[in-house]
């Protein structure tokens, strides 16, 4: 029985040592896919709203992380179609806030993420996120215009003011003054003569017929001592 128990036991140790080899490989081939997946997890967010800090903002956050190693990995931002993040590259990260624009206003932004070990993009790892936000704040509204509440009293005139001269546009000419219209017109000599000589007819008619006085004599003395 001892000569037979020896070869069994060897048998049964080697066997053992065999199985014990095969599960190491198998745990490590497992582990290998494991270890690999997690070396490229990449993680890549992006968002387009309005601020949390002051809500009338809005911003635009990117953030890319765990990307691989040894290779160039890039990413470019526009937002309403200005670049506001010319291509960049970077190693295994990259984070960034960027205002979004006017708060009143919806504004659109996209960010291209470009993986060095994904070029394709078949992997997800490269992708292009195409994002939009609405109005933060709400514009002021303008008051209206409001019509004046009474009608003017009067209608206004069509014809032009200023009288005929404005009316034609063109000046009246003024006609200058002469000495004849404030002036009596001058006496002729022929005229001052007749009245002269009316006058002096006028004068001897009147001496003419005027009474003349009576002067008595006086008596003759010689005469009156005859008569006596």
């Given at each position: 029985m001892a000569t037979f128990s020896r070869p069994f036991q060897g048998a049964t140790r080697s066997r053992r040592v065999a199985g014990s080899v095969a599960a190491l490989f198998l745990a490590v081939g497992g582990l290998l896919p494991l270890s690999a997946g997690i070396v490229q997890a990449h993680e890549l967010a992006a968002s387009f709203s309005c601020s949390d800090a002051n809500p009338s903002v809005p911003v635009l956050s990117v953030?890319?992380?765990?990307?691989?190693?040894?290779?160039?990995?890039?990413?470019?931002?526009?937002?309403d179609g200005s670049v506001v993040l010319p291509t960049t590259t970077f190693t295994t990260d990259y984070s960034n806030t960027f205002p979004g624009g006017g708060p009143t206003a919806a504004h659109t932004a996209v960010v291209t993420v470009l993986a060095g070990d994904d070029p394709t993009g078949s992997l997800g790892y490269s992708r292009t996120f195409n994002l939009s936000v609405a109005a933060c704040q709400e514009a002021t509204p303008t008051p209206p215009t409001t019509a004046p509440s009474?009608?003017?009293?009067?209608?206004?005139?069509?014809?032009?003011?200023?009288?005929?001269?404005?009316?034609?546009?063109r000046p009246r000419p003024t006609v200058p003054a002469t000495g004849t219209v404030d002036q009596a017109p001058p006496s002729s000599p022929n005229s001052s003569i007749g009245f002269l000589l009316i006058l002096f007819a006028v004068v001897v008619l009147v001496v003419g017929f005027a009474p003349l006085p009576n002067k008595r004599r006086p008596a003759n003395p010689s005469v009156r001592r005859r008569r006596r």
């Open positions: 953030d890319m992380a765990d990307f691989s190693t040894g290779v160039t990995n890039s990413i470019m931002i526009t937002i009474t009608a003017p009293s009067t209608a206004p005139s069509s014809s032009p003011s200023g009288g005929v001269q404005a009316a034609t546009s």
